[in-house]
Nanobody, 120 residues
């Protein structure tokens, strides 16, 4: 069974920093990509940042220059360093992974989410 477990969320003041981590466990063949999404109350879930197995990254315009995604392939973890946080960053952040669970099967997995609250 594949699981994604997020950690590192919490309450921080505007301008502060948080580091989110997502640990993948289970039987896999390989990881295509991992990323972070977020969803604020009443809003649609949006992509925050993603990273492929090859190291290519993609960021939402709203977080460029402030957030950095990284991946440790050996540990099957993905991290999101969030600096210069703003109240509008407040949301539940979800880890996402596209995983080859078999040599012929690719699936999309989600963590349960971690709350990030940025106070003004």
């Amino acid at each position: 069974q594949v699981q994604l477990v997020e950690s590192g969320g919490g309450l921080v003041q505007s301008g502060g920093s948080l580091r989110l981590s997502c640990a993948l466990s289970g039987s896999i063949f390989s990881i295509d990509a991992m990323g972070w999404y977020r969803q604020a109350p009443g809003k649609q879930r949006e992509l925050v940042a993603a990273i492929t197995s090859g190291g290519s990254t993609n960021y939402a315009d709203s977080v460029k220059g402030r957030f950095t995604i990284s991946r440790d392939n050996a540990k099957n973890t993905v991290n999101l360093q969030m600096n210069s946080l703003k109240p509008e960053d407040t949301a539940v952040y979800y880890c996402n992974a596209i995983i080859w669970t078999r040599s012929w099967r690719k699936d999309d997995y989600w963590g349960q989410g971690t709350q990030v609250t940025v106070s003004s």
